[in-house]
């Protein structure tokens, strides 16, 4: 099955956090088959999202399987996918001839997206807690030095005495 992947980046699939693209929806499947559904590509995984509206969108990812497994995210559930940035890996990638025939791999080093996928279930959870330590900051009592309420607010300033100049009527 090939989903469309023009109109990528709307506002219902994607989002942005400062640099971070998040994609929000309810996973529907997972698999692996040949990047962007072009047979002569290589086997990468998938995961694909369903967004507000029902529209399904596709993500690719070689550590997209990690990332589910990590969050114990599985189908039918609503989920957060973040881009976490990118590593720099080796693999073995493909050269082919001007005829498109693969004639020998090589070793080469690439940039891989990392993800991070979260449960909306977790998410709330996170979210309760995060709201029950910032209530129970309020409930502590302020940690204030008590002193002497009969003491005088402020100490008072001795009084100086000011030799005024003599008037200079005096001298002429």
């Not at 309810?26 to 995961?47: N, R």
């Not at 995210?73 to 996918?81: D, F, K, N, T, W």
Request: aromatic fraction near 6%; proline fraction near 7%.
């Amino acid at each position: 099955m090939q989903l469309p992947i023009e109109g990528f980046h709307h506002p219902l699939k994607c989002a942005r956090l400062g640099h971070t693209i998040i994609h929000i929806g309810k996973l529907i499947s997972t698999g692996t088959a040949p990047y962007l559904d072009k047979a002569d590509e290589k086997e990468s995984h998938f995961i694909v999202l369903e967004n507000e509206g029902g529209k399904p969108f596709k993500v690719w990812g070689v550590d997209l399987p990690r990332a589910l497994e990590e969050s114990s995210a599985s189908v039918g559930e609503e989920v957060l996918l973040a881009f976490k940035g990118r590593q720099k890996v080796e693999v073995d990638v493909a050269v082919r001839d001007t005829a498109g025939k693969i004639i020998r791999h090589q070793k080469q080093l690439v940039d891989r997206n990392a993800w991070e996928v979260k449960r909306f279930e977790d998410l709330r959870e996170e979210a309760r807690q995060l709201a029950q330590r910032a209530a129970k900051a309020f409930d502590t009592p302020p940690n204030l030095r008590v002193f002497d309420k009969a003491a005088p607010s402020s100490v008072p300033l001795p009084q100086l005495k000011v030799k005024r100049p003599r008037p200079l009527e005096r001298y002429l």
